[in-house]
């Protein structure tokens, strides 16, 4: 059975830093592509930053390019999402996902925030 875990969530002020990491497990890690999402109150679910299996190839939003950075470690089974620059709009519930032609999966989410 596959787990995603997100942690690293927090309040931060606008313009702060925060680190979110995925712990993966039940999964060949190295084979599936790995995304953060992030759905704010209100809102439908968007597409933060995407990163492939081997971890050579990056997608951002527009709305984060620039200040986020997604990164994954395939011997730790772990991808991360660095945060700079925080905006009160970034303010969300940061979902971790993995994907494969066979399947989606989806972490429980990790709440990230920037406030005044």
């Known amino acids: 059975q596959v787990h995603l875990v997100e942690s690293g969530g927090g309040l931060v002020q606008p313009g702060g830093s925060l680190k979110l990491s995925c712990a993966a497990s039940?999964?060949?890690?190295?084979?599936?592509?790995m995304g953060w999402y992030r759905q704010a109150p209100g809102k439908e679910r968007e597409l933060v930053a995407t990163?492939?299996?081997?971890?050579?190839?990056?997608y951002y939003a527009d709305s984060v390019n620039g200040r986020f950075t997604i990164s994954r470690d395939n011997s730790k089974n772990t991808v991360s999402l660095q945060m700079n620059s925080l905006k009160p709009e970034d303010m969300a519930v940061y979902y971790c996902h993995a994907v494969r032609s066979d399947g989606i999966n989806w972490g429980q989410g990790t709440q990230g925030t920037a406030s005044s």
């Open positions: 039940g999964l060949t890690f190295s084979t599936y592509g």
């Open positions: 990163i492939s299996s081997a971890g050579d190839n990056t």
